[in-house]
């Protein structure tokens, strides 16, 4: 098993700059991949970034693309997402997530974290 706990969430105005946290314990996330999701009021989850186990390979959805970076450092257990240029729209509760290999639906990574509030004022 898996447990995840993400951390850095808070509200920020917009144009600014977050950096959100995954911490893993139970087992090591060296061998997953590892994914952000978001999910804002009255929607559905959406993705948002994935990183392969070793960091080779990240994507991310076009809405945050050239603005978030995802990364991982797999010898602390832990996985980032760097926010910058921060747009109210981007509000939503965070979630990161783990799956067995590289995927982009919610339905496919099988551990997940509690959420971490990001709030984007204007």
């Not at 997953?32 to 959406?46: D, L, N, V």
């Not at 990183?51 to 970076?69: E, I, L, P």
């Not at 995927?103 to 997940?112: K, Q």
């Amino acid at each position: 098993q898996v447990q995840l706990v993400e951390s850095g969430g808070g509200l920020v105005q917009a144009g600014g700059s977050l950096t959100l946290s995954c911490a893993a314990s139970g087992r090591s996330i060296s061998t997953y991949a590892m994914g952000w999701f978001r999910q804002a009021p009255g929607k559905e989850r959406e993705f948002v970034a994935t990183v392969n186990w070793r960091s080779s390979s990240t994507y991310y959805a076009d809405s945050v693309k050239g603005r978030f970076t995802i990364s991982r450092d797999n010898a602390k257990n832990t996985v980032y997402l760097q926010m910058n240029s921060l747009k109210p729209e981007d509000t939503a509760v965070y979630y990161c997530a783990a799956a067995r290999e590289l995927a982009w639906g919610p339905r496919d990574y099988d551990y997940w974290g509690q959420g971490t509030q990001v709030t984007v004022s204007s």
